[in-house]
């Protein structure tokens, strides 16, 4: 998949164009995990649901272009999107396990996902194959035969884990898929989600605001900030070495369990109003170290070292 | 402090809890036919105080019982056994005068500042309720000075821009400051915080802690944090308890607790805190399964379904909250003495 100068705007009832994803470059390869990290409201939802194909009607890809496997998404008929949604991009969102159809039992939901790509299935081995995949996610037998109410919300998400890799897709979108749980819980299904990728050697799209979850699953990272990728590589060379300001600010205001300090760090100000975005660089009126060049340039994604981008004035070579 | 229920009763306690138990009986089919009624054990036996100035905080996952604890001492439920003192005073059998005063003293701020403020009143009409309910101001120029007094305390600076704005003209973290300056308008005492920044971003949680720290030191207040992150719980507190279906199962100085904690619970919780940067990651303990239903609750020790270490005798017999050291308590079988 690769992701050249995305922007996706909204547009409000109001007239006013609300610029969610600002063009933002991604690539990523065959089994590769990818992280999106950044603060609500920076967009990178918005980037999810359009590389999915799913945004709201008054949501439109202005410019840019998404390529999966060669094929320009954003050109695509919806005809073709369906054929391409779970077999080969599948989603797990937030609100997923409310997303489940509450009059119908979880293994006859999961079995419609299968029948709907393999027209030559036959209806009994599609349900022998739901419940395997539920009892590869860790449900017990009985529940299969159980509708969404009767069911955690752990198990519930482990539902829509099953349904997202049931075709075997070759990408799966994790759009903040444990932030609702218990921190136990979502420890269990981290391990989940990362033993069946691996077994089914997909990528993965893993987004969340939780920095604490960062590095859990994926080998790469991308932050977000005000619509843009701000910093972009490997995980820990972004971890150990943060080059652009906000990175660093926003890792050390997550307060650790372990460390040796227990001061209580922040990132002053506001997230800037995506209507009319500062200018030259979003983060400089909330930087330590802006100078005049950040007010009017905005900056780009520049190499620092082997595997690590980062888009900010000081780090010119 | 202490979390065994109180020996003797202290004026210098800002909040005591003695054997706080809080059921809500289950209604439906089953429970009219049922010979004895089922009740849903929220908080089953909770005992502590609170020296002023002390942080205390709750820790639990959810379902812990530790929200309709911080409503309770709020005077929203009644509790079923056990009681509540705000120095000295039971708060739940007060006469009218008194509940009223106490209802200023103790204030609770709560986690979705998107939905605690009433979306149809202004900052300004917000912050005055307050004050017109518990008479603090007799006149409109004494009742300016006193929103602009909190807002400005709370660092909504010029607070005049803020007078008239409604809920959704704010961002998550000012609305949390104009909830805090809500109730700050009032001169509590005691302040519940149920999650107060979890949905807030997490570039901005350090800033809304820090300004609640610097208003205890400046307004002399007493805290209970409600909370899930033992992180931040580290941070900001002096004392941390650490809830298990309806119960304390450890309790102790903030240090104590998170360098050596006793309880199989606590490691867990420990354990599992997903950590940035992965140096000294503890051993990791997982668990199995989810939080048992506070109806039908395990026999035993309440944590033996899911604990790894449960042996025979946990299932049998209910372990007690003791002290193993000074200010260090737990509620497990492995450190009560055999009797």
């Not at chain 1, 998404?66 to 937030?94: A, N």
């Not at chain 1, 859990?216 to 843009?228: D, F, N, P, R, S």
């Not at chain 2, 003192?85 to 979705?112: A, E, P, V």
Request: aromatic share 6%.
């Amino acid at each position: 998949m690769k992701i050249e100068d995305l922007r996706i705007h909204y547009f409000t009832s109001s007239g006013d164009i609300i610029k969610a994803v600002d063009g933002v470059d991604l690539e990523i390869q065959q089994n590769e995990s990818l992280d999106i990290v950044g603060e609500s409201g920076c967009g990178k939802s918005t980037l999810a649901h359009g590389i999915f194909g799913m945004l709201p009607s008054n949501a439109k890809i202005v410019k840019g272009r998404i390529f999966f496997k060669g094929i320009d998404l954003t050109k695509s008929r919806k005809s073709l999107l369906r054929e391409i949604w779970f077999k080969e991009i599948s989603i797990i969102f937030q609100e997923s396990m409310n997303m489940l159809n509450p009059v119908m039992n979880v293994e006859k939901q999961i079995a419609d996902v299968i029948m709907l790509h393999n027209r030559k299935i036959s209806k009994n081995e599609a349900l022998h194959e739901a419940r395997k995949l539920l009892e590869l996610t860790g449900i017990p037998k009985d529940k299969g035969k159980d509708y969404p109410h009767q069911l955690s919300g752990g198990q519930k998400q482990r539902v829509c884990i099953a349904m997202a890799i049931a075709l075997k897709p070759t990408l799966i979108i994790a759009d903040e898929p444990f932030t609702a749980l218990d921190i136990i819980v979502q420890n269990q299904l981290i391990e989940l989600l990362n033993k069946l990728r691996q077994e089914i050697k997909s990528s993965l799209i893993f987004i969340t605001h939780d920095i604490n979850v960062v590095g859990e699953l994926c080998e790469k990272i991308a932050v977000m900030y005000a619509g843009q990728i701000v910093e972009y590589g490997k995980l820990d060379k972004v971890l150990n070495l943060p080059a652009h300001p906000y990175t660093k600010m926003l890792f050390d205001a997550v307060p650790t369990i372990n460390g040796d300090t227990t001061e209580l760090k922040y990132i002053p100000g506001e997230p800037p109003n995506m209507i009319n975005p500062p200018p030259g660089c979003r983060f400089h009126p909330r930087c330590p170290y802006t100078n005049l060049e950040c007010k009017k340039k905005e900056p780009q994604l520049v190499k620092i070292e082997e595997e690590h981008y980062s888009a900010c004035h000081l780090q010119k070579v | 402090m202490s979390f065994t229920e109180g020996i003797k009763r202290e004026r210098d306690f800002i909040l005591e809890v003695r054997n706080l138990k809080v059921w809500f009986p289950v209604r439906g089919l089953t429970s009219i036919f049922a010979r004895s009624k089922k009740y849903l054990r929220a908080v089953d036996g909770v005992s502590f105080n609170l020296h002023k100035g002390e942080v205390l905080s709750v820790v639990g996952e959810s379902g812990a019982g530790k929200t309709t604890l911080g409503l309770t001492i709020v005077g929203v439920y009644k509790p079923t056994e056990g009681e509540v003192f705000f120095k000295g005073i039971n708060i739940h059998n007060t006469d009218k005068k008194t509940s009223l005063l106490l209802k200023r003293k103790i204030q609770m701020i709560f986690q979705d500042p998107f939905e605690s403020l009433p979306p149809h009143m202004t900052v300004f009409d917000i912050i005055k309720e307050g004050i017109d309910v518990h008479k603090l101001a007799d006149s409109t120029s004494e009742k300016i000075k006193l929103i602009s007094t909190a807002l400005e305390n709370v660092g909504l600076t010029p607070p005049e821009d803020f007078f008239k704005k409604y809920p959704h003209q704010l961002s998550g973290g000012q609305r949390q400051r104009v909830s805090i300056a809500s109730i700050l308008a009032l001169k509590p005492e005691l302040i519940i915080a149920d999650e107060p920044i979890s949905m807030i971003d997490a570039s901005l949680r350090g800033s809304i802690l820090s300004l609640m720290m610097k208003l205890k030191r400046d307004f002399d207040l007493t805290y209970v944090f409600i909370l899930h992150d033992l992180a931040i719980a580290r941070c900001i507190s002096t004392h941390i308890a650490v809830m298990y279906l309806g119960q304390v199962v450890e309790a102790g100085k903030t240090n104590e607790i998170i360098k050596e904690p006793l309880h199989p619970y606590t490691k867990a919780l420990l354990s599992a805190a997903p950590s940035l940067r992965k140096i000294s990651r503890r051993e990791k303990i997982s668990l199995k399964g989810e939080i048992p239903s506070p109806i039908d609750l395990p026999s035993g020790c309440r944590f033996s379904t899911r604990c790894p270490f449960a042996f025979n005798n946990c299932r049998k017999n209910e372990p007690v909250l003791i002290e193993t050291k000074q200010e260090h308590y737990v509620r497990c079988l492995m450190y009560q003495p055999m009797v």
